[in-house]
């Protein structure tokens, strides 16, 4: 099982960056995948999970709702972040991770997790 993540970059506040997550070594279709994120001297934290396909599903830290959407594509086995209207406190370094079909948005809920891919957000 690998996961790839990828799309981070320097972007000033206010502009926007899609991150990917590329899976390999497993079908995506039933699993809970979501995105973190561990900023200098601070704790990974839960940025924004979903559930299997249900669109209901879907989990975002408080600081990131209306800002960021996760979405999935199954049939790439990915799934992806959209961030807009970034600020310098999304500067971190963020990783893609999946659990188990029931998974809450939590480090120790997730089985899978890929290398980080760095956002810095300049004011």
């Known amino acids: 099982v690998q996961l790839q993540a990828s799309g981070g970059g320097l972007v000033q506040a206010g502009g926007s960056l899609r991150l990917s997550c590329k899976a390999s070594?497993?079908?995506?279709?039933?699993?809970?995948i979501g995105w973190f994120r561990q900023a200098p001297g601070k704790e990974r934290e839960g940025v924004s999970c979903m559930r299997s396909t249900t669109d209901s599903e879907r989990y975002y830290l408080a600081s990131v709702k209306g800002r960021f959407t996760i979405s999935r594509d199954n049939a790439e086995n990915s799934w992806y972040l959209q961030m807009n209207n970034l600020n310098p406190e999304d500067t971190a370094v963020y990783y893609c991770a999946t659990g188990p079909p029931l998974a809450s948005c939590g480090v120790n809920q997730m089985n899978f997790w890929g290398e980080g891919t760095q956002v810095t957000v300049s004011s």
């Open positions: 070594g497993f079908s995506l279709d039933f699993w809970t």
